[in-house]
């Protein structure tokens, strides 16, 4: 298994290789939904992750 930041950093270079690709082949909706689905996948991690500790979202005194 791979850790948080090894798999955003991978998901971080597949989303910037789907831009380049699409800027080469002048198509901006190449790769639409392997982009999707990488961000999907981060925002329903992170939404399980607040719902296992909502404690980390609770503004702190300043």
């Not at 930041?5 to 800027?23: F, T």
């Not at 080469?24 to 392997?34: Q, Y």
């Not at 990488?38 to 296992?52: G, W």
């Amino acid at each position: 298994m791979t850790s948080i930041q090894q798999r955003l950093e991978q998901s971080v270079a597949i989303l910037g290789a789907l831009e380049r690709k699409r800027d080469e082949m002048r198509s901006p909706a190449l790769g639409r939904d392997t982009e999707w689905l990488l961000i999907e996948r981060e925002l329903r991690d992170l939404e399980q992750d607040i719902l296992r500790n909502p404690g980390a979202l609770h503004k702190t005194a300043s």
